[in-house]
């Protein structure tokens, strides 16, 4: 029976409810009265449940997907402006137990380097990532209680927080580690993680076993349920995803909503971020034997209804997209994007050796960090290296009635120009600079509060004198 506020994983994304929606979906995919009602009722800017969001995403008519594409665009203006926030994946260790058939992690992989970095090598790839002029960072593992154990990511988590190299700093640490228990979610709170992410990788009971089909991860309940207890645990920025490619998309995309009304309808708070990976090539894996691969303009249209049912989630792009699918998608949305990266363990510093392939798919964008700020500030965006809500205490519900109101525009504007500067200052080429510092100054002049406008002007001119870290 499906109940958005039950704490079961079976009744809060029922797969009955799943498949009566995309049924309503299909019997109203040409419905042009409801369509116009779905998208009226969008242009309010509070968002769509899965049942109205399923039937934009079954409708096909050329004209009503052209009004959503332009209302994505509206609401990613009105919420988030035209900054992005930009961060990078760091891989700790690729031991894992588990058998995911689509990644090269899986436990019968016996060719692929297995590695875990020791502390000392933290330290060089953060110093690394550091002087790329990263802020905010991702950590990856694998799920291996005996290798990877909670103790070690929180060992890390601590390393990566005291590294002080230069003018470098790591602000934020996002975590992305298996399903684990309250207690540990706790611990990692207290470690003072960011958000915690989790990719739910498929909705679908019955392909999910079947996809996992072996270790813990194979547990679709413990696994789907994992986000209430990081909540119970105290985390309140959660990060969902669904790996695209592996079921039905539209299956898929209801269930994703479904798990966001989940979080609101029992904690008072939705996810943090929703991010839409694709599967990619590696080491053992062949995306093309999975069978629900999504085209190019399906993950686009995917990702502006994602913008428009739930306005108030970030949304995040990582570097499996090439840079023209990520400036495709950009528009419609997109609130970050990682950067420069490496899915390797170990790689930022010394890049790894062919034969010592560890990394856990391919990158399609492959620039660097400052090719991508320079692209973005091209593009008419504003790279942003900002961490600063949480470190204000403005995480899950305080965030959210931030965004829900649209105050986000007033302090995340000013944050992201300031720290855009401490960027060019310390890590950016001469080109990019130059672009920077104008785009600023342009930037500067939209803030209307007159108290704000003079402070960040300050604030902008002392970083230039050489302070740092400055925040609304
Ligand atoms: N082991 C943890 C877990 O079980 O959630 C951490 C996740 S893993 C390091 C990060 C994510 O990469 C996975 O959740 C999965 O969605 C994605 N991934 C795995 N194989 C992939 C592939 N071949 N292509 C693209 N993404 C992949």
Not at 170 to 178: D, E, K, L
Not at 363 to 389: H, K, M
Not at 426 to 448: F, S, V
């Amino acid at each position: 029976m499906y109940n958005a506020k039950s704490l079961k994983a079976e009744e809060f994304i029922s797969d009955e409810e799943i498949l009566d929606t995309l049924a309503y979906a299909d019997a109203n995919k040409d419905n042009v009265e409801l369509i116009d009602e779905i998208i009226a009722k969008a242009k309010l800017q509070k968002g769509l449940n899965h049942r109205e969001a399923s039937v934009l995403l079954a409708c096909e008519i050329p004209e009503k997907i052209q009004e959503v594409y332009d209302l994505a665009k509206k609401i990613k203006e009105d919420y988030y402006g035209n900054r992005i926030v930009l961060f990078a994946p760091l891989y700790l260790s690729n031991y894992c137990v588990n058998g995911c058939v689509y990644c090269p992690y899986h436990l019968k992989n016996k060719h692929i380097a297995r590695k875990k970095l020791t502390q000392e090598e933290i330290v060089k790839e953060v110093t690394a990532l550091q002087d790329m002029g990263h802020k905010r960072l991702a950590i990856e593992l694998g799920e291996d209680p005996v290798n990877n154990p909670i103790e070690y990511v929180l060992e890390s988590i601590k390393t990566i927080y005291g590294i002080k190299h230069k003018n470098g700093a790591i602000r934020r640490i996002n975590v992305n580690i298996a399903a684990t228990t309250v207690e540990n979610y706790r611990k990692l709170k207290e470690a003072e993680i960011g958000t915690y992410i989790l990719f739910q990788e498929t909705y679908n009971k019955k392909s999910y076993e079947e996809l996992h089909p072996t270790g813990p991860k194979h547990d679709y309940a413990y696994h789907t349920e994992a986000m209430d207890r990081a909540m119970e645990g105290g985390i309140d920025d959660v990060g969902l995803g669904v790996l695209f490619g592996l079921e039905m998309y539209r299956y898929e995309f209801a269930g994703l909503l479904m798990h966001a009304e989940h979080l609101e309808a029992v904690h008072g708070v939705g996810p943090h971020t929703i991010s839409v990976p694709r599967i990619k090539r590696a080491d053992d894996i062949d995306p093309d034997q999975f069978d629900n691969g999504i085209s190019d303009d399906i993950f686009a249209k995917i990702c502006a209804l994602i913008r428009v049912s739930v306005p108030y989630t970030g949304m995040i792009i990582s570097t499996r997209e090439s840079q023209a699918v990520r400036e495709k998608v950009l528009p419609l949305g997109v609130s970050q994007i990682s950067g420069g990266s490496r899915t390797s363990v170990g790689g930022y510093a010394e890049p790894e050796q062919e034969e010592d392939n560890s990394a856990q798919f391919d990158v399609s964008d492959q620039r660097s960090l400052d090719e991508v700020v320079d692209w973005l500030i091209d593009l008419g965006y504003i790279p942003s290296f900002c961490t600063a809500c949480y470190r204000e205490g403005r995480t899950g519900d305080r965030f959210m009635a931030l965004c829900k109101n649209m105050q986000i525009l007033n302090c995340c504007h000013p944050n992201a120009l300031m720290t855009l500067k401490e960027y060019l200052e310390d890590y950016a080429g001469e080109e990019t600079k130059a672009k920077g510092l104008a785009l600023i100054d342009k930037e500067l002049e939209k803030i209307t509060n007159p108290k704000v406008k003079q402070t960040a002007y300050e604030h902008i001119h002392d970083i230039g004198e050489g302070k740092r870290d400055f925040r609304f």
